[in-house]
């Protein structure tokens, strides 16, 4: 009776071994950058009101009132867009906020449109950074690519017996 263990099955637990490391080597790639989307969030709509806060005669921030919903308000500061912004608006211009959900929310870019829908300058801060690719993808291709190179790398090692 052959032994429990022979040569080859010792290969097939080194290569099941091998396939567990990947996978859990995937997992950790996954779950790192599962939170990794834009930090921002959205909202369109036609703006309503424009406040301008003062502290003690001195500017201090602007307040936005979108359609959306009355009771959204937004703020930021003027001086920190680029480009400078001219503080011109008109009510019922179409708008898209993007901001920081926290209290009070906070602009970090805007954008109007003209009235055919189309794009004009976008209004940023330095805080602002536009989307960029989704690491996950980046990591899955990269996981792909290990492991089909390693197939490939083990395919030529087979040596007919």
Known sequence: MDSILSLNDKGSIVRMLQGIFVL??????ISANANTGNP???IAGRVQNLYVKTINGQY???IL???TDPQDLFVFDKNALHPTWNDKFFKD???DVHYLDETPKTIVAFQFYDQYGNPLSLYTTSVYQPEQQNPS???A???YHAISTRRSKRSGLVSSS
């Open 24 to 29: 859990g080597l995937g997992i950790v790639f």
């Open 40 to 42: 921002y969030k959205e």
């Open 60 to 62: 201090n921030a602007n």
């Open 65 to 67: 009132n979108i359609s």
């Open 93 to 95: 211009e179409e708008i």
């Open 137 to 139: 993808v980046i990591s």
């Open 141 to 143: 291709f990269a996981l």
